[in-house]
Structures are given as structure tokens and as C-alpha cells.
């Protein structure tokens, strides 16, 4: 379908169950994706070499509040495009998002100072918040409802993709880390050439619009009576979600490490973590799809909380140990992208979008805070077991939120 095409016959959420996926927009956006695991972790992979080698006089306090501004850059895209992505269409929010991105992480080398540099990533961040939420709704719009979770699962899976590459790229240019910048950048405007021509509209989206721009969708419109339970119980699994996600990933080596584990050791339980990631993001969307989102989502919180304390324990095994970790990333990271699969089916097409991104924006809150409190733990010589324990709080207070969400879809609620 090219894009603008009215659509002919569709369900009533707006897709066409008997339509075969357009494999243009399956790739697009798991492409996009996989951009925003990569830029995510790149600065993370470059800060040594920044320390090192002074540049611009980095020190660490410095990059920590390049890091945050990162963040608070993306949340900020995240909860800005939703109402955008609906008024004006998904196609056009996700090219624009990647060409901003794209620009501004090319220029991020040429800084020539550190508030520059910050101010850079910060823009930059706005285009990549956007990116997730708005390629997360086309993908789940291209697919029949009964196909949600699988869709965001799926698509979710570059997020990991494209951390490994981040890391791999890492070991082979760490003296000459601007080209990790230009690598990304460059391969973002070619992504967004090619949406230009290949990527068609939501047809959700033309017909909730009837094949035209509609009206601003204000946040507000989610405090309706009808709507708000739903909301808070995302905004706080979403929340929960991330916080765990950044949280680990960011600590957890460190964790290991004040546990009494070796430092390679504690590095590879790293790795593990995010290769059960991408099994359980594939496993979850379909148990997903066959169960009922919500139950799944409930399972997989409650399944990555006993994980969490069980890490607390000291294990002589290595094995173990791995298996623990293992699983622990397939139940944390899946728990987290049904959050999303959820939004996509359960709000309908005219606020899908603004829904979308206000759950992924809240949910970058958690990615600030989860690294921030877990930090201060492991300053305080707490790392251990109680940054366990504290993960698994947030697990359970997951499950509490995700267990208030409304079952089926809005419209059956209505």
C-alpha cells in the first residue's frame, strides 16, 4: 500500500486481519529499533576513552550529567510524539524523529566543549525518544490484534541487536571512537531515505483520520474516567519496567562484583543477562498472543522478581549462577515490552500513539532513577544483597500495577 492509500475493509481497531504484513514496515522498524540500542549504549562504551584521553577535560561527574541529559532527552521525545504520531501520522513522526536524531549524533564529534556535547546528545535524545513508541504502534497497526504482543516483542528484539553491535564496533574503534557517532548517524539518514519511499501510513491511523490529518489528541484525553485506571497501571508497570532494565544493565557487573564474584565473571553474567533478553522477548510475545497479555505480563514481573532475590544469594556454582541470570533476563526484559504490547491493543487507533508515548516517556523516568538509586547503593557499600532486594521490590511493586490493568481492549471495556 503506498503511502496516504485509503485502506478498504478493516476491523474495527483498524487493522486488516486478512492483509499480509507489509515486510517494508517489519523492517523499518525493527531497523529503527535497533538504532536507538545502539546510540543507547555507545556513550556508555566511549566514556573510558573520553576519561582517558581528557577530552574536552571529561571527568567522570561530567559524563554522568552528559549521560542523564541523554535521558532526560529521550523521555522528553517519548512523551512529546504520542500526540504528534496521531495528529499527524505515524509515517511522518518516524521519519522526522530519525532524521533529527540522525543529524545531531553525526555533529556530537565536532563539540568543542562539554556543554556542547551535552546540549548535542540532549537533541539528539528528543529524536530518539520518539523513534521506540512510534515504531513500536506502526508495527503493532500493520498486524491483526491477536498478533499484538508478538509484534512489539519482536520489533523490541533490535533493541539488544543493536547493543551487541554498539559493543562489538566498541572493541575494534575505542582510540577512534567519533566514528562510532558517524556510523550511526550516516546509517540513521540512509534508514530515513528509505522510509521516505518504502514505509507506508498506519492504516489504522487513515482510518481513524478518514485518510486526513486530525485534530491535536491532548494527554488529557487519557485522564477520561473511561481510560485512567488503565493509564496509571502503565504508567507504573512502565515505570517499574525500565527501572529494572536500566537498573541491571548498568549495575549489574558491579553487583556481581561486590558479591564477592571475579571481574570477568561478573562482566559475562552481563552478556547473559541480555542473550535471555532476546529469548524471552521472542517466547513472551507468542505465550503473550495465546494467553491474554495482561496474565502474561502479571507471570512474567512476578517470575522476574523471585529471580532478583534469588541473586542475592551467593552461589558456588557457576552454572547456576548463569541459569539464574539466564532467566532473570528472559522474564525483566519481555515484562517490560508487554507493558507496551498491552497500550497497543487494550487503547484505541485516535490515541494509540499518544498512549504509547506518554507510557514510554514515564517509563524513561525509571531508566533515570533505576541507575541513580542502585548507584547509591553500591556507594554506600550496600551493592550487595541490597540492590537485589531492592530489584525485586520494584518486581513485585510491577505485578501489583499490572494487576489493576483493565482486561480485553477499551472498546470491549466500553
Given at each position: 500500500?503506498?503511502?496516504?492509500?485509503?485502506?478498504?475493509?478493516?476491523?474495527?481497531?483498524?487493522?486488516?486481519?486478512?492483509?499480509?504484513?507489509?515486510?517494508?514496515?517489519?523492517?523499518?522498524?525493527?531497523?529503527?529499533?535497533?538504532?536507538?540500542?545502539?546510540?543507547?549504549?555507545?556513550?556508555?562504551?566511549?566514556?573510558?576513552?573520553?576519561?582517558?584521553?581528557?577530552?574536552?577535560?571529561?571527568?567522570?561527574?561530567?559524563?554522568?550529567?552528559?549521560?542523564?541529559?541523554?535521558?532526560?532527552?529521550?523521555?522528553?521525545?517519548?512523551?512529546?510524539?504520542?500526540?504528534?504520531?496521531?495528529?499527524?501520522?505515524?509515517?511522518?513522526?518516524?521519519?522526522?524523529?530519525?532524521?533529527?536524531?540522525?543529524?545531531?549524533?553525526?555533529?556530537?564529534?565536532?563539540?568543542?566543549?562539554?556543554?556542547?556535547?551535552?546540549?548535542?546528545?540532549?537533541?539528539?535524545?528528543?529524536?530518539?525518544?520518539?523513534?521506540?513508541?512510534?515504531?513500536?504502534?506502526?508495527?503493532?497497526?500493520?498486524?491483526?490484534?491477536?498478533?499484538?504482543?508478538?509484534?512489539?516483542?519482536?520489533?523490541?528484539?533490535?533493541?539488544?541487536?543493536?547493543?551487541?553491535?554498539?559493543?562489538?564496533?566498541?572493541?575494534?574503534?575505542?582510540?577512534?571512537?567519533?566514528?562510532?557517532?558517524?556510523?550511526?548517524?550516516?546509517?540513521?539518514?540512509?534508514?530515513?531515505?528509505?522510509?521516505?519511499?518504502?514505509?507506508?501510513?498506519?492504516?489504522?491511523?487513515?482510518?481513524?483520520?478518514?485518510?486526513?490529518?486530525?485534530?491535536?489528541?491532548?494527554?488529557?484525553?487519557?485522564?477520561?474516567?473511561?481510560?485512567?485506571?488503565?493509564?496509571?497501571?502503565?504508567?507504573?508497570?512502565?515505570?517499574?519496567?525500565?527501572?529494572?532494565?536500566?537498573?541491571?544493565?548498568?549495575?549489574?557487573?558491579?553487583?556481581?562484583?561486590?558479591?564477592?564474584?571475579?571481574?570477568?565473571?561478573?562482566?559475562?553474567?552481563?552478556?547473559?543477562?541480555?542473550?535471555?533478553?532476546?529469548?524471552?522477548?521472542?517466547?513472551?510475545?507468542?505465550?503473550?498472543?495465546?494467553?491474554?497479555?495482561?496474565?502474561?505480563a502479571l507471570v512474567w514481573f512476578a517470575v522476574a522478581a523471585v529471580m532478583l532475590a534469588l541473586l542475592s544469594i551467593k552461589m558456588d556454582s557457576d552454572l547456576v549462577l548463569s541459569v539464574v541470570v539466564?532467566?532473570?533476563?528472559?522474564?525483566?526484559?519481555?515484562?517490560?515490552?508487554?507493558?507496551?504490547?498491552?497500550?497497543?491493543?487494550?487503547?484505541?487507533?485516535?490515541?494509540?500513539?499518544?498512549?504509547?508515548?506518554?507510557?514510554?516517556?514515564?517509563?524513561?523516568?525509571?531508566?533515570?532513577?533505576?541507575?541513580?538509586?542502585?548507584?547509591?547503593?553500591?556507594?554506600?557499600?550496600?551493592?550487595?544483597?541490597?540492590?537485589?532486594?531492592?530489584?525485586?521490590?520494584?518486581?513485585?511493586?510491577?505485578?501489583?500495577?499490572?494487576?489493576?490493568?483493565?482486561?480485553?481492549?477499551?472498546?470491549?471495556?466500553?
Amino acid at each position: 500500500m503506498a503511502p496516504g492509500t485509503r485502506p478498504e475493509a478493516l476491523a474495527p481497531d483498524g487493522t486488516s486481519p486478512a492483509r499480509r504484513v507489509d515486510p517494508w514496515t517489519v523492517a523499518l522498524c525493527w531497523i529503527t529499533v535497533m538504532l536507538e540500542g545502539y546510540d543507547l549504549v555507545v556513550l556508555g562504551a566511549i566514556i573510558p576513552t573520553l576519561l582517558d584521553t581528557q577530552h574536552l577535560g571529561f571527568t567522570a561527574g561530567d559524563a554522568t550529567t552528559v549521560a542523564t541529559l541523554s535521558l532526560v532527552g529521550v523521555a522528553i521525545g517519548a512523551i512529546s510524539v504520542g500526540p504528534l504520531s496521531d495528529r499527524f501520522g505515524r509515517r511522518k513522526l518516524l521519519i522526522s524523529s530519525v532524521v533529527l536524531f540522525s543529524l545531531f549524533t553525526i555533529a556530537v564529534p565536532w563539540a568543542d566543549s562539554i556543554t556542547m556535547f551535552a546540549a548535542l546528545r540532549f537533541i539528539a535524545g528528543l529524536g530518539l525518544g520518539a523513534c521506540m513508541p512510534v515504531s513500536l504502534t506502526l508495527m503493532a497497526e500493520s498486524l491483526p490484534a491477536r498478533q499484538r504482543a508478538r509484534a512489539s516483542t519482536l520489533t523490541m528484539t533490535g533493541y539488544h541487536t543493536g547493543a551487541v553491535i554498539t559493543s562489538l564496533l566498541a572493541l575494534q574503534f575505542a582510540s577512534h571512537w567519533q566514528w562510532l557517532f558517524y556510523v550511526l548517524g550516516a546509517v540513521g539518514l540512509v534508514i530515513a531515505v528509505i522510509q521516505w519511499f518504502k514505509l507506508p501510513e498506519s492504516e489504522a491511523f487513515l482510518a481513524a483520520s478518514n485518510g486526513g490529518e486530525r485534530k491535536k489528541v491532548p494527554y488529557t484525553d487519557l485522564l477520561k474516567p473511561a481510560l485512567l485506571r488503565a493509564c496509571v497501571g502503565v504508567w507504573i508497570a512502565s515505570f517499574m519496567g525500565l527501572l529494572l532494565v536500566y537498573g541491571l544493565n548498568t549495575w549489574l557487573p558491579q553487583l556481581m562484583r561486590s558479591a564477592g564474584y571475579a571481574v570477568p565473571e561478573a562482566v559475562t553474567q552481563l552478556l547473559i543477562l541480555n542473550a535471555g533478553g532476546i529469548v524471552g522477548l521472542v517466547v513472551g510475545g507468542f505465550v503473550a498472543d495465546r494467553r491474554g497479555i495482561k496474565w502474561t505480563a502479571l507471570v512474567w514481573f512476578a517470575v522476574a522478581a523471585v529471580m532478583l532475590a534469588l541473586l542475592s544469594i551467593k552461589m558456588d556454582s557457576d552454572l547456576v549462577l548463569s541459569v539464574v541470570v539466564f532467566f532473570t533476563g528472559v522474564f525483566v526484559f519481555s515484562a517490560q515490552v508487554l507493558v507496551y504490547a498491552y497500550v497497543t491493543n487494550y487503547f484505541p487507533a485516535d490515541i494509540r500513539g499518544t498512549a504509547l508515548g506518554s507510557a514510554s516517556g514515564i517509563g524513561r523516568l525509571g531508566s533515570i532513577v533505576g541507575p541513580t538509586i542502585t548507584g547509591a547503593l553500591v556507594a554506600a557499600g550496600w551493592g550487595h544483597p541490597w540492590g537485589f532486594y531492592f530489584f525485586a521490590l520494584v518486581g513485585v511493586l510491577a505485578v501489583a500495577a499490572v494487576a489493576t490493568l483493565p482486561r480485553g481492549t477499551a472498546a470491549e471495556e466500553a
